[in-house]
């Protein structure tokens, strides 16, 4: 399989040129231009690893790590999606079969939109306590459940729905539209606003048999921990991205603005501050860096490798970002700063794609089977 190997210059310009300086305005508008989000996708953006075959960029996970990370530091909203298609196009990619792939994949990278639903009301970081059911109904599938916080799904054309299945789980591709399928879009999260989060219901969901993704009744926990890596790795790059504009904008500030006499960046403590910022970001890349390696190579570290990229760039984000309002102080407490932006969607990331609480439980168990 032919992957590209130089930094991805025309993506990462493609994304500067169309998001900008617009975050802010999108954030406080809870919304983001579909249109956007659609010329992102026909560019290959919002799933760059895709093979070229199929009319993706076929990006390395490492290029495609530091693409997200571009796109984390201008808007958390727009990589969220990202993150979302992203795991769409693996789950198809995973687990479709060779029709399968050949139908779902060039939508996916010619401007239509997907997203990924996991969560139930009962079932967040302990997915096995699904309950959307998924079962074979003649020549048919028939979908029945509900789901929560559904990354992108307010703008989804396609939407893949983790659910049990007989004994085990099977993923479905759901397209908007589909009687039975509501979408209620979450009033007022606490980041990511503009990221299209919805809860949906699905109420006898009657899909074509070939909406199922490589049959029925494998792994529940294969399947999900198949899509989570992916989902992982790119919010841990993603967390790089809002570590890199929160270290510029705290940068730029204590270089520019004088208290008693002579600039922040002079005050002993600030400066802490901005180191503290430096070694969160240096440290937060070379672990995605890691992730994305062990992704590449196929390693049997993989899972526990973007177990930790995500717990160690999410803890890092949270943290760097409360550092940098810290140096900004009032210039940056306002909704609509990128910095107040940033203090928003990092916490969320501490939750988002298993909590860091239950990271560390992996972590842990990781450490306790290799003794």
Not at 19 to 43: H, K
Not at 147 to 169: E, H, N, P, Q, S
Request: charged share 20%.
């Amino acid at each position: 399989m032919a992957v590209v190997t130089e930094r991805p210059e025309g993506p990462i310009a493609l994304v500067g040129e169309l998001v900008a300086d617009r975050a802010g305005g999108w954030d406080l508008a809870g919304v983001l231009p579909v249109e956007l989000l659609r010329e992102l996708g026909a560019g290959g953006v919002l799933c760059a690893e895709v093979e070229a075959a199929y009319g993706g960029l076929g990006l390395t996970s490492r290029l495609n790590g530091e693409l997200t990370a571009c796109t984390g530091t201008l808007c958390g909203s727009v990589r969220s999606v990202m993150t979302s298609q992203g795991m769409a196009a693996w789950a198809v990619r995973r687990l479709g079969d060779r029709a399968q792939r050949e139908d779902y994949l060039p939508r996916l990278t010619g401007g239509a939109l997907a997203a990924v639903a996991f969560s139930e009301p009962d079932a967040g970081s302990d997915l096995s306590a699904m309950t959307t059911r998924i079962h074979r109904d003649g020549d048919a599938v028939v979908v029945d459940g509900g789901k929560v916080w559904v990354t992108g799904a307010r703008y989804a054309d396609l939407i893949v729905v983790f659910g049990r299945c007989g004994d085990g789980g099977a993923a479905v591709v759901v397209p908007a539209g589909t009687p039975g399928l509501t979408v209620r879009p979450v009033p007022d999260p606490l980041g990511c606003r503009a990221a299209g989060h919805a809860e949906i219901g699905l109420d006898s969901v009657r899909l074509p048999a070939g909406t199922l993704l490589g049959g029925a009744g494998q792994s529940l926990p294969l399947l999900v921990t198949s899509a989570l890596s992916y989902g992982r790795i790119s919010v841990a790059w993603g967390c790089v991205g809002i570590l890199r504009g929160c270290l510029s904008a705290a940068a730029g500030h204590a270089g520019s603005r004088r208290q008693f006499g002579k600039p922040l960046a002079e005050h002993q403590l600030v400066a802490r501050l901005l180191a503290e910022l430096v070694v969160a970001e240096q440290t937060a890349t070379r672990v995605c860096e890691h992730a994305s390696d062990c992704w590449d190579a196929g390693s049997a570290e993989l899972v526990i490798a973007t177990v930790l990229a995500k717990h160690v760039s999410a803890g890092n984000a949270a943290r760097g970002a409360a550092s940098a309002v810290q140096v900004l102080a009032s210039a940056a407490a306002r909704d609509g700063h990128p910095v107040a932006r940033a203090y928003r969607d990092a916490k969320l990331m501490e939750i988002i794609e298993g909590s860091s609480e239950l990271c560390q439980l992996m972590l842990a168990r990781h450490v306790l089977e290799t003794v």
